[in-house]
C-alpha cells in the first residue's frame, strides 16, 4: 500500500519533485536540526581533548589547531558572516 503523505521528494499530487541542489538539502536539514545542535558541543569539546592527547608532537598539535580554524572560517564564509 502506497503512502498517501507527499515526502521531501514528492509533490502533493504524487508527482516526483525535483531534488534539491546539495547546498540547499543541506541548509534545509541543518535548519530542521538547529534546535538539537547545542547537545553536538560536549561531543566537540570531548573529540578535541582526545584528538590534543593522541597528537604526541606539538607540530602535529599545530596543523590539527589550524585545520581546525580553517573549517571553523570556511564554515563561517559559507554561512554568509
Known amino acids: ?5 507527499a515526502g521531501p521528494e514528492q509533490k502533493a499530487g504524487g508527482q516526483k519533485a ?6 540547499a538539502r543541506l541548509s534545509a536539514e541543518l535548519a530542521a ?4 545542535l547545542l547537545l ?5 569539546l570531548g573529540l578535541g581533548i ?3 592527547f593522541l597528537l604526541p608532537w606539538n ?3 599545530q596543523a590539527a589547531l589550524l ?3 580553517a573549517l571553523a572560517l570556511l564554515g563561517l564564509l559559507l554561512a554568509g558572516l
Open 33 to 36: 536540526e538547529a534546535p538539537q
Open 40 to 44: 553536538f558541543a560536549p561531543v566537540a
Open 67 to 69: 585545520l581546525a580554524l
Open 1 to 5: 500500500m502506497a503512502s498517501t503523505i
Open 18 to 23: 525535483e531534488p534539491l541542489p546539495f547546498p
Open 50 to 52: 582526545a584528538l590534543w
Open 59 to 61: 607540530g602535529q598539535r
